[in-house]
Structure formats: structure tokens, C-alpha cells
């Protein structure tokens, strides 16, 4: 069974940095898009950052663009987000994301069929 499992978050104050992890299991993510998505209390769902290695793109949703780096790791079977200069606005549940994506779709929560549980960053001013 495909499972992805996230870690990383935690309770930072404006500006800090923290790193997220997403472990997959069952899944190649060299063979998949991958991505990660967060909520926000009372809030939809949103793109936050998406990788597909075998088409070589990479996606950012404009609010992190510059602050946010994904990558991945292949011999660990892991993908990354590094977060800088956080905001108190980019607290959130943070989601890991995996599907057979295409380049087009790489934004869409709808493209991804397997996710992980979540973990939380907190922000605080």
C-alpha cells in the first residue's frame, strides 16, 4: 500500500526556517509528480510547491515563490520542502502529494491520488 508520511513541522517564529519531509513508501517518487499542498483554519485546500523529476519541472504557488525550495532524494525515497522567512500567514496543516501527474496538472489538488496525513507549522509574529 502506497503511504506517504510527513515531518518536519513545528512552532517557529517569523523569519525562521524549517525543512518538511515527506517519506514514501511503495512508490518511486522519481516516477511521480510529487507535491506539496497546505490548510490554513476555515481555509480551502492550496498548492503550495510540485516537482515531476522525469519532466524536469518544478511549481510554486506565487505566496512562496523565493522563500520555498521542493526537492527530492531518490536514495531515500523522500522529498523536501525547505521553508524560509516564514510568515505567520503560512501557518498551516502541510500535505505531501503524489500522482501521476502531468506537467499541466502539477498545480491541481485533483491530479493527486495518494496523501499523506499532514504536519503542522505554526508561525507566530
Known amino acids: 500500500q502506497v503511504k506517504l508520511v510527513e515531518s518536519g513541522g513545528g512552532l517557529v517564529q517569523a523569519g525562521a526556517s524549517l525543512r518538511l519531509s515527506c517519506a514514501a513508501s511503495e512508490r518511486t517518487i522519481s516516477r511521480y509528480g510529487m507535491a506539496w499542498f497546505r490548510q490554513a483554519p476555515g481555509k480551502e485546500r492550496e498548492f503550495v510547491a510540485a516537482i515531476k523529476s522525469s519532466a524536469g519541472s518544478i511549481r510554486y504557488a506565487d505566496s512562496v515563490k523565493g522563500r520555498f525550495t521542493i526537492s527530492g532524494d531518490n536514495d531515500k525515497n523522500t522529498v523536501y520542502l525547505q521553508m524560509n522567512s516564514l510568515k505567520p500567514e503560512d501557518t498551516a496543516l502541510y500535505y505531501c502529494?503524489?500522482?501521476?501527474?502531468?506537467?499541466?496538472?502539477?498545480?491541481?489538488?485533483?491530479?493527486?491520488?495518494?496523501w499523506g496525513k499532514g504536519t503542522l507549522v505554526t508561525v507566530s509574529s
Open positions: 502529494a503524489s500522482g501521476r501527474v502531468i506537467v499541466s496538472s502539477m498545480t491541481s489538488k485533483s491530479a493527486y491520488d495518494v
